[in-house]
Nanobody, 121 residues
Framework: QVQLVESGGGLVQAGGSLSLSCAAS????????MGWYRQAPGKQRELVAA???????NYADSVKGRFTISRDNAKNTVYLQMNSLKPEDTAVYYC???????????????WGQGTQVTVSS
């Protein structure tokens, strides 16, 4: 089994910053892409940012220039630095990872439990 544990959400004023982290643990052989998604009330879950094992990243247009995704492969951890936050960034943020598990060497998709980010105006 593999677990993704997120931390770092909270309440911040518009213009402020927050940093999220997500650590993967368990029967991990390797991890392919990792990413952050978010879901606001009444809306579909959307991709915020993703990063490959090699460090290539992509971002949703709405967060480009404000958010930065990074990862530490040795720690099986992905980070999301969020700057210049806006009220419309308010959502539950979910970590996602494509994990090659030790037992089968197959890739499975895992999700974290979600962490709330609230940006007040």
């Amino acid at each position: 089994q593999v677990q993704l544990v997120e931390s770092g959400g909270g309440l911040v004023q518009a213009g402020g910053s927050l940093s999220l982290s997500c650590a993967a643990s368990g029967s991990i052989f390797s991890i392919n892409a990792m990413g952050w998604y978010r879901q606001a009330p009444g809306k579909q879950r959307e991709l915020v940012a993703a990063i490959t094992a090699g460090g290539s990243s992509n971002y949703a247009d709405s967060v480009k220039g404000r958010f930065t995704i990074s990862r530490d492969n040795a720690k099986n951890t992905v980070y999301l630095q969020m700057n210049s936050l806006k009220p419309e960034d308010t959502a539950v943020y979910y970590c996602n990872a494509g994990v090659v598990v030790v037992t089968t060497l197959l890739v499975y998709n895992y999700w974290g439990q979600g962490t709330q980010v609230t940006v007040s105006s």
